[in-house]
């Protein structure tokens, strides 16, 4: 169950992937050709949508290098009828053909009830992503767990291509892609995706992904949908593109009395 838990946290970092930005009016400064676009699609089909949608993911991605944003992670279960919050701040980088992916799980958002610095001292974690192998290292018990990618590496690698400096083509290899139409998100016009997985590894994790992907190419947003009807949905803000991050980021803050344990 831990080791699922994991792979569920660092499939949903890796979709924050496409660099998802808050959209917002100053944006978007010529909103006339804003308005033209959403009538052009209004009239194109869906298949031609898709294209639209896929060109300019296709721009977003051979310019990539890095990102940095906070998050706020939902996960409902359906079974308690419950979500649960997360929040914090993740970062990407691409080095040489890979992506490496830093996550910091600070505490429930703030307005949560309960003590916030308790919640804060209990959920605070640190995910990372590199060299084929993840780790998770929880400050409140001084523990680290290392997980090799193994025979999960291809379903890793499918989401981390799903976003950040993933193009269309890499997308299509690892899901059925669908036009599922024009939406409005906080705001902005967005093309919504729809993505089912092609491997049964993959949807035994998540079978229905959706994708809001803006003007820019960039999702403000996801839902990953498990076979059992629970879901995540995934909102990103103060977006950081293509600065330098400092190497600290990706080195785990462990100590000689950590415990560590491989699986």
């Known amino acids: ?18 660099a998802p930005v808050p959209a917002q009016q100053e944006q978007y400064p010529d909103c006339s050709l804003h308005d033209h676009q959403t009538r052009v699609q209004a009239t194109n089909s869906p ?9 300019r993911m296709d721009k977003t991605s051979t310019e990539f290098r890095s990102a940095e944003a906070n ?12 979500t649960d919050k997360q929040e914090g701040k993740v970062y990407f980088r691409k080095v040489g053909r890979e992506v490496e992916m830093a996550a910091h799980v600070t505490a429930p958002p703030a307005g949560e009830k309960g003590d916030k610095k308790a919640a804060a001292s209990s959920t605070e974690k640190f995910v990372l992503f590199s060299g084929g192998k993840a780790q998770l290292y929880q400050p409140s018990t001084d523990h680290l767990d290392i997980y090799g990618t193994g025979k999960n590496n291809d379903a890793v690698e499918s989401f981390l291509v799903l976003g950040f400096g993933g193009s269309s083509r890499d997308m299509l290899k690892s899901f059925d892609v669908t036009y599922g139409g024009h939406e409005k998100v906080d705001g902005a016009d967005t093309d919504r995706l729809e993505l089912d997985p092609k491997t049964e590894k993959v949807r035994s994790m998540f079978n229905h992904i ?20 629970d879901y995540r949905l995934n909102k990103y803000s103060d977006v950081v ?3 330098r991050i400092p190497e600290s980021v990706f080195r785990l803050k462990t100590n000689g009395k950590t415990t560590i344990e491989s699986h």
């Not at 080791?3 to 992937?17: D, E, I, K, N, P």
């Not at 298949?47 to 949608?53: E, F, Q, T």
């Not at 706020?72 to 279960?77: A, F, G, L, S, V």
Request: overall charge negative.
């Open 241 to 243: 593109l293509d600065q």
């Open 210 to 229: 959706e994708l809001w992907i803006d003007s820019r190419g960039i999702s403000v947003q996801q839902k990953l949908i498990s076979p059992e009807g």
């Open 47 to 55: 298949s031609d949508n898709l294209k639209a949608v896929f060109a």
């Open 1 to 18: 169950m831990q080791a699922r838990s994991l792979f569920c946290a660092l499939t949903v970092a890796m979709l924050g992937l496409v």
């Open 71 to 82: 998050f706020e992670w939902d996960q409902y279960t359906r079974v308690i009828d419950e």
